[in-house]
């Protein structure tokens, strides 16, 4: 079956710590995405990506990075730079971010902090 | 700047009642629009989407929205929701060429019996 894997589905960071999501597609999409959950605000956009190789920063990047070494990949590193870290994180990827993009999403990883 | 206000935050209904969840949008360009799903702990689920022609859209399990473009909204309509239905809804918006999506906060469905 075609989609997005999550994992893991729960993390716990201890202070100070780097943890690593992974985000993985079948869907030979070209754009992939990141998105931070709180409750009552919605999706953010953490950084996206158009093409391997390349990324940019979204609306709330602090604290994190990515990188895009596959088309297929695209992990998401919450740093200890970021300092609320609990929440809950949606990885999307789009066919062409061109044409009329529509994001399929993964089924999240749930991060909290010990 | 784009922004999109799902003015409530969550919508109680009975089982069978009709039911409205409100989106409204800024955008000084033509955009596409879009209602996602989400049930609990899980990802996004695309419902429906407005990119152009024909202002009502329906998808597969009976919602429909319209796109109104003077009263800059999209609401998502049912006319008879089922237990099934109680999950979060979001609007998105995106302006055309503009490859990002704008969400927003989300509106809690809950259907009871």
Redesign the interface.
């Given at each position: 079956d075609g989609g997005?894997t999550?994992s893991p589905k729960y993390l716990f960071r201890k202070e100070g710590q780097n943890v690593t999501l992974s985000c993985e597609q079948n869907l030979n999409h070209d754009?992939m995405y990141w998105y931070r959950q709180d409750p009552?605000?919605?999706?953010?956009?953490i950084y996206?990506s158009?093409i391997v190789n390349d990324f940019q920063k979204?609306d709330i990047a602090e604290g994190y990075s990515v990188s895009r070494e596959k088309k297929e990949s695209f992990p998401l590193t919450v740093t200890s730079a970021q300092k609320n870290p609990t929440a809950f994180y949606?990885c999307?990827s789009s066919m062409d971010?061109?044409a009329?993009?529509?994001?399929?999403?993964?089924?999240?990883t749930?991060l909290s902090v010990l | 700047a784009q922004s999109v206000t799902q003015l409530d935050s969550q919508v109680p209904v009975f089982e069978e009642a009709p039911v409205e969840l409100r989106c409204n949008y800024s955008s000084s360009v033509s955009v596409y629009l879009f209602w996602y799903v989400q049930y609990p702990n899980q990802g996004l689920q695309l419902l429906l989407k407005y990119l152009s022609g024909s202002t009502l859209v329906e998808s597969i399990n009976g919602f429909e929205a319209e796109f109104n473009k003077s009263q800059t909204s999209f609401h998502l309509r049912k006319p008879s929701v089922h237990i099934s239905d109680t999950a979060e809804y979001f609007c998105a918006v995106e302006n055309t060429g503009f490859q990002k999506l704008v969400f927003g906060t989300g509106t809690r469905l809950l259907v009871s019996p």
């Open positions: 997005i999550q754009a009552g605000q919605g999706l953010r956009l996206y158009q979204g949606l999307a971010p061109l009329k993009n529509i994001q399929y999403f993964g089924a999240g749930r | -």
